[in-house]
């Protein structure tokens, strides 16, 4: 068996709105309700399932726990802008810029946090961002 790619993620949350509003409106991810009333955020060919930590979703995670997730998400445009963006909506920012590896090779990334302290690496392969570190 090999793998071809990642179809969606699931992240386990406190308060469904907050992550929606977070995931919509911060990060411009379109929200996607299916199912029976479920909820999911969609980017490119990309989805992120919201599973409320309270709930009759099966099969889920054997120990779901808000807050537990740690994921990187590649953005459009430059992390020098995207700074910008976040200090005008008064984002705070963990840790960043700074160099890390991603899938395809060398990036540069800065952390936050959403509403159930998942961590959220937002990174940027541009060769301008590099330059950024040095």
């Known amino acids: 068996m090999r793998i071809e790619r990642l179809d969606h993620l699931v992240l386990t949350v406190r308060d469904l709105e907050a992550s929606v509003a977070f995931y919509r409106d911060l990060l411009g991810m379109e929200e996607i309700e299916f199912g029976d009333g479920r909820r999911a955020l969609g980017f490119g060919p990309h989805k992120i399932n919201l599973h409320p930590i309270v709930s009759d979703i099966n099969p889920r995670a054997a120990q779901p726990v808000a807050g537990s997730g740690d994921l990187c998400l590649v953005i459009q445009g430059s992390i020098k802008a995207l700074i910008s963006e ?19 090779g060398p990036l540069v990334s800065l952390y936050l946090r959403d509403p159930d302290e998942n961590l959220v690496e937002l990174s940027s392969y541009e060769p301008e961002d590099r330059e950024l570190l040095y």
């Not at 976040?86 to 395809?104: F, H, K, M, N, S």
């Open 86 to 104: 976040l200090d005008a909506q008064g984002v705070r920012i963990e840790l960043g810029p700074v160099r890390r590896t991603g899938a395809l």
